[in-house]
């Protein structure tokens, strides 16, 4: 166990056939091709020579996919996370020196640490098993970031697209202002090439969806280019990529003040990949009935990244398009995504003297035609129409994407989800249930005046607590008499909250108010017993099903009917036992009562079945000196 802990791909190699390895090297060769000519669109969005994409498309994938638990994975650079590596290149100086007017060499390096930084942090995440904390993370708020950075990439693209010159301006508004003055100085050869690119995209894409119809695009338009020397008409070229092998790269000298300025965008890179990642892992698996483990996923995102800071390559997580295509192309285990990342070698070796004369704006194109598929509109339209808090989750992310470095609108959005999350969990649900509540059948058919059933679902804090003795202080036209607190969608409670709920418990038994507590779940009965309040409650006031709790009401309701100082009982109880002779009242309630107090009162007790036994039967013994406690029979 331990063994396949820390190399879960030892099952898949264990039981691994000649039938997986064909379908896995299909796979592989479907979607290596797509994935070379992303990786160096990506590495254009981040600022980059294209050649450091490339890199990021071969060890850090094997890394990912060996360690990771999605066995369809297939990690690599990703545009959102381009966008953030951009932002910060753009936004942060080390040594009052902004990272993107440093040397390529210095530059390079910088980003060779965030990626180090990024893996360390996801790995950290994934050996303190976090992997489930981004489910805190608003559906709304990805939505919106995705929808940002798609603009993002579009506007960043236009100035390559149309082939202007000059310093491209930073800022969503600033470039589409800037694109729009610089429509006279269009260079219509970067147009055309650009426009022909997508157009090619679209084209071969239709032929078949396992087509590489990006690559086959470029190759085309690269052709084009060689043939009417397209860099002698203003078209710049990608250039020679000074390595085929990725070479071994090391981040800046370990400096204080160089960790502090890169740790912030590196842990935005992390969390946007964290949630990237396990959303597609999930997913995924959702699709192939796989079991998938968000924290093993993390400690593979963390290899991938520290691989790509030690290998020139930019830092990534997973990508849904290149794991959908392991998918449709017949990819059977993790293996797929291993031989796709070691294919990107000979790939690469075979592209190296094409790639020196592909034009920038040919990547442009293919980056705006990713950033128009990223708009999900269903997507939008669903998080438009749901409540009120999504539409303004989305609004505010979105806006903060466009307006703010992309870091900061991460984090933005982050804090959004976890302020969602608090106030969601300070105001619990709970809810009277009323006559006709599905819930409510399960007891006996009349249930006497004067029960009132609530129900708390989810965390039970003091905060539901509090929500609680609300909703039972205030005004009703039917006095409550008994109180059936359901507590079986209560899926966690803590030390505040078995606290809270002992006091509120103690207070009714000061107005006189007995209170039965229907508990089904497992855990939340450890942590009560735990606390000392199902021993002070005694057994008759504890009740395992909804059904069993509302017999216990109303079986102490039917038994009395007291008026001033006498008390007699008023028919057979729900296990239709005899009316018996009217008995005395009940001695006056001590100061605090209690459970004792009330089981004098009551006498309820239910047979191996669940039906209420007769009085007589629950009788306490004469001289007994301790007193009488409802207890539930049991065989």
């Known amino acids: 166990m331990r063994a396949a802990r820390l190399f879960p791909f030892l099952e898949t190699i264990r039981n691994y056939s000649a039938q997986d390895f064909k379908a896995d090297m299909t796979a592989a060769l479907t979607v290596t091709p797509m994935a070379v000519p992303q990786a160096m669109a990506y590495a254009i969005i981040a600022g980059v020579h294209p050649q450091y994409g490339i890199y990021a498309c071969m060890l850090p994938v094997v890394l990912a996919a060996l360690w990771g638990s999605s066995r369809f994975m297939a990690a690599g650079p990703t545009n959102a996370i381009s966008m953030i590596i951009f932002s910060t290149l753009a936004t942060i100086s080390v040594g009052g020196e902004l990272i993107s007017t440093m040397p390529e060499e210095s530059r390079m390096s910088y980003i060779f640490g965030m990626a180090l930084l990024c893996g360390l942090i996801q790995l950290g995440m994934g050996l303190a098993r976090l992997g489930d904390l981004v489910n805190f993370i608003s559906h709304s708020v990805m939505v919106a970031f995705s929808t ?43 147009l055309g ?40 008409r203003g078209v710049p070229l990608v250039g020679a990529i000074p390595s085929v092998v990725p070479p071994f790269s090391l981040p800046p000298s370990f400096d204080l003040d160089a960790v502090r300025d890169l740790f912030m965008p590196a842990l935005a890179i992390a969390l946007l990949g964290t949630v990237e990642s396990l959303a597609i892992g999930k997913q995924l698996a959702n699709i192939k009935g796989d079991v998938f483990d968000g924290s093993q996923e993390l400690i593979g995102q963390g290899l991938g990244n520290i691989a790509a800071g030690l290998t020139s390559g930019i830092p990534g997580c997973g990508s849904f398009t290149r794991s959908a295509l392991v998918v449709t192309s017949g ?33 442009s194109g293919i980056l705006l035609l990713i950033s128009f598929k990223m708009i999900d509109i269903d ?75 609530y129900m708390i679902e989810g965390t039970l804090f003091f905060g539901a607590i509090h929500e609680l003795e609300r909703l039972l202080y205030a005004e009703d036209s039917e006095p409550t008499r008994l109180v059936v607190l359901h507590l079986s969608r209560v899926f966690w409670i803590d ?32 942590i009560l017993r735990r606390t000392g309040l199902l021993d002070y409650l005694s057994n008759g006031f504890v009740a395992d099903t909804t059904g069993e709790g509302l017999r216990l009401a109303a079986a102490m309701l039917n038994r009395f009917a007291c ?23 009940t001695p006056s309630a001590p100061a605090s009562p209690g459970p004792d107090y009330m089981a004098q009162s009551a006498r309820v007790a ?26 539930k029979e049991r065989p």
């Open 193 to 232: 090439i650009a426009v022909g690119t997508i157009v090619l995209t679209v084209f071969f894409k239709r032929l078949s969806p396992r087509f590489p119809a990006s690559l086959a695009a470029l190759g085309v338009i690269t052709l084009f280019a060689a043939l009417f020397s397209v860099d002698e």
């Open 495 to 526: 030390a505040s909250g078995a606290h809270a709920l002992s006091q509120f418990i103690e207070r009714c038994y000061a107005r006189s108010l007995p209170v039965i507590l229907v508990v089904g779940s497992p855990s939340v009965r450890t």
């Open 379 to 453: 997507a939008i339209r669903l998080c438009v129409v749901a409540t009120s808090v999504d539409r303004a989750v989305l609004l505010i992310t979105f806006l903060s994407t466009l307006l703010f470095d992309l870091e900061k609108a991460i984090f933005i959005g982050v804090l959004l989800s976890l302020t969602l999350f608090i106030y969601k969990t300070a105001h619990p649900r709970v809810n009277r249930l009323h006559k006709g509540d599905p819930l409510l059948r399960e007891g006996p058919a009349e249930l006497p005046q004067g029960i009132t059933v």
């Open 331 to 363: 990819g059977r285990t993790r293996m797929g995504t291993v031989f796709s990342g070691i294919l990107a070698l000979p790939l690469l070796f075979v592209l190296a003297p094409l790639i020196s004369w592909l034009p920038l704006p040919a990547l």
């Open 606 to 631: 239910l047979d191996p079945q669940g039906n209420v036994l007769p009085a007589e039967q629950t009788a306490p013994a004469e001289n007994s000196a301790e007193p009488p406690r409802v207890t």
């Open 563 to 585: 008026s001033d100082a006498q008390c007699a009982t008023v028919g057979a109880d729900a296990a239709g036992a005899q009316p018996t002779q009217p008995v005395q009242a």
């Open 148 to 190: 940002g950075a798609a603009l993002l990439i579009a506007a960043g693209q236009l100035y390559m697209a149309m082939g202007l010159t000059g310093p491209k301006p930073s800022g969503f508004f600033n470039q589409m202002f800037g694109a729009l003055h610089g429509l006279p100085f269009i260079n219509y050869w970067s």
